[in-house]
């Protein structure tokens, strides 16, 4: 009897498990309230950076293309406030180590609305 129990809980858990992992990097915005894919260019215009490609994905428009440095680039876009979700650069040079990683973007709100991360003293 116990043996079945904890099949049950088991199989159960795991069929829940795919809603209960909603991804973080996930736009939820209604698409009345999206910004148009000219105003997604002009923002990575901005940025200095060259468009490639604007898709959308997970309900978030996705840019590739290279920044101002001359890397390659994966933005996650909100397509509300055209904030950035998610960024992943590479290198680019060609040293077989292709630099993946993930550019961490602080969350937007009131006390950080610069782009520049806050600087903390340990004493």
Same mark, same amino acid.
């Given at each position: 009897?116990?043996? $079945?129990?904890?099949?049950? %809980? +088991?199989?159960?858990? %795991?069929?829940?498990?795919?809603?209960?992992?909603?991804?973080?990097?996930?736009?939820?915005?209604?698409?009345?309230?999206?910004?148009?894919?000219?105003?997604?260019?002009?923002?990575? *215009? $901005?940025? =200095?950076? $060259?468009?490639?490609? #604007?898709?959308? !994905? !997970?309900?978030?428009?996705? #840019?590739?293309? #290279?920044?101002?440095? =001359? @890397?390659?680039?994966?933005?996650? +876009?909100?397509?509300?406030?055209?904030? +950035?979700? @998610?960024? *992943?650069?590479?290198?680019?040079? =060609? !040293?077989? !180590?292709? =630099?993946?990683?993930?550019?961490?973007?602080?969350? %937007?709100?009131? +006390?950080?609305?610069?782009? $520049?991360?806050? *600087? %903390?003293? #340990?004493?």
């Amino acid at each position: 009897m116990k043996r $079945t129990v904890l099949i049950a %809980a +088991i199989l159960s858990s %795991a069929l829940a498990s795919p809603v209960a992992l909603a991804r973080e990097d996930d736009c939820k915005v209604p698409m009345a309230q999206w910004q148009p894919r000219e105003a997604v260019e002009q923002m990575a *215009k $901005t940025q =200095g950076w $060259t468009v490639r490609r #604007i898709k959308i !994905d !997970d309900g978030c428009y996705q #840019i590739r293309g #290279i920044d101002a440095d =001359g @890397r390659e680039i994966a933005v996650k +876009i909100d397509p509300e406030s055209l904030a +950035i979700v @998610r960024m *992943k650069q590479r290198n680019g040079r =060609g !040293d077989g !180590d292709d =630099g993946r990683r993930t550019v961490p973007v602080p969350p %937007a709100n009131e +006390i950080l609305k610069s782009p $520049t991360p806050p *600087k %903390a003293e #340990i004493q």
